[in-house]
């Protein structure tokens, strides 16, 4: 299997940006070469998205993602995947269930190679708090991802705030834990602190410094290196990305920034997400000197 | 796949022992990410201005069929958004040679969204806020039966 050494942050992409395109005009191998192009080596999928037969995938199905791996120099980084507790309509799911599912996600994360997923905790108000039982489900899953060798991992996004109450609450379930197999993964909107005129800004939202990471590097496994806006000159115009590059190489942090886009206009006709994720790693290599 | 959630290719009469009993067409999932069958909200379909209700829709999803019912309970069964479902009409006689026009409402729950946002989705109107991630819940084709 494939290996990239190089310490430091790494450059990967979120295939998730190839959203209004994959199944369409672009497979699993069309992002795997666009990424292979870019000379990154990371990347995150979302099972639900990217696995064929999800969540029960062929064994020939698995023997085409490694040699996908194989071919395009690519390590599968992050697997995204929900915990899908409010998924009937009537009840919730009970923690057992809940479980069931997150464990079955660990054991299919595993035979694809990753070690970090991006857990999505079912959330339950605009805050974006996780459901009030969280703790109980990720603490019945942890023998299993101790076993596998993987960090689950929440998303800080956008109007969370890395010195908020669901970050301190996180940070103190690991201290309390003392477990290797929980963490954080840190989506750069949080550092967000340009908007353009008259767009709309959530009122919960306060932006970050990029020092505010230094703190929390210690469970910070993966960050979505969202971007909004690359100019022609191959600059991010509303995130601070050459403070928060330089943040995590002087302090040391190993780990991949995977490119995710989230813009509504990938969705218009023409739109190519492959050119808007091609400037950002211009950036990106420009900054981590790959 | 065709961008459009309505798919050109799929639609064409059902014939059981000889007699056409409906018409069946395909769907595809307008969303970044698979959904279990019981997040679906399957709707109303007009052909032709003529009113069908979803009871009368069979959805058939990796070659098995599921009823309304079996789908709102089922959160094991998973719909990957490469794959594409085929909806199955029961209408005796099938629809005639030539154009018919589709209008069909179905929706999914964002099942990691605070629940208090599933009450208000409707399958047959569009959100308040069309958000192009989640695609439309009503869409529209016109298509020929040969």
Redesign the interface.
Known sequence: MYRYDRKGPKRGVALYSYSAEFGLTKNLEDCFEDVCDMGAHGIEILANTHIENYPYPTDEWVDRWFRLCDKYEIVPVEYGHWIDSHVLGGRELTTEESVEMLCRDLRLAHRLGFTVMRTKMPVINGALEPVENWREIISAALPLAEELGIVMCPEIHTPSNLKGKMVSEYVDFINKTGTKNFGLNIDFSVFRSRFGEGEWVDPQYKANEPEDIIPLLPYIYCCHAKFIHMSDDFEETTIPYPEIVKILQDHGWDGYLLSEYEGADKYDPGYEVGATLRKQHIMLKRLIGD | ???EVIQSVGFRNIKENGEITGFRFKV?LPY?????L??LRPGTLFVDGEKIEKENIVWCLGGEDYTNEEM??D?RT?W???DLAVLKVKKPGGLSQGYHHLKYGYCF?S?????MM?ESLDPDKENFVI???FGHHVNERTLIIV
């Not at chain 2, 970044?32 to 279990?36: A, C, D, E, I, S």
């Not at chain 2, 099942?111 to 629940?115: A, L």
Request: glycine share 4%.
């Open positions: 796949m065709e961008r595809r970044y990410r698979g959904v279990y019981s997040q709102a309970v959160f998973h990957t958004p490469t729950t099942s990691y969204m605070p629940p599933q958000l192009p991630e």
